[in-house]
Nanobody
Framework: QVHLVESGGGLVQAGDSLKLACAAS????????MGWFRQAPGKEREFVTA????????YYAESVKGRFTIFRDNAKNTVYLQMNSLKLEDTAVYYC?????????????????WGQGTQVTVSS
């Protein structure tokens, strides 16, 4: 059974950094696309970033480009999200997700497996 567990969320101040981790178990995900999404209160879940399972290329939402970095450690079956220069509008529950394909996608419907989410709160 596939299982994803996020960690690293918390309460930080605007301008701070935070690193999220998503540990996968149940199978090896080295050849599969992995992504991060987030959902703020009262809003729909939105794409943040994703990395391909083949060439490990990455893609970012405009709102986080230049501030967030996704990277994976296939040996640990883990994907990370390094978040720098955090803003108030980054406050959300962050979810990691894995596709049944190596191709990265931005739509949540394209992802087969999801973690339970970790809360990130940015205060002024």
């Amino acid at each position: 059974q596939v299982h994803l567990v996020e960690s690293g969320g918390g309460l930080v101040q605007a301008g701070d950094s935070l690193k999220l981790a998503c540990a996968a178990s149940g199978r090896t995900f080295s050849g599969y696309a992995m992504g991060w999404f987030r959902q703020a209160p009262g809003k729909e879940r939105e794409f943040v970033t994703a990395t391909s399972g083949s060439d490990f290329s990455t893609y970012y939402a405009e709102s986080v480009k230049g501030r967030f970095t996704i990277f994976r450690d296939n040996a640990k079956n883990t994907v990370y999200l390094q978040m720098n220069s955090l803003k108030l509008e980054d406050t959300a529950v962050y979810y990691c997700a894995v596709r049944d394909s190596s191709l990265r996608r931005t739509s949540a419907e394209d992802y087969a497996y999801w973690g339970q989410g970790t809360q990130v709160t940015v205060s002024s």
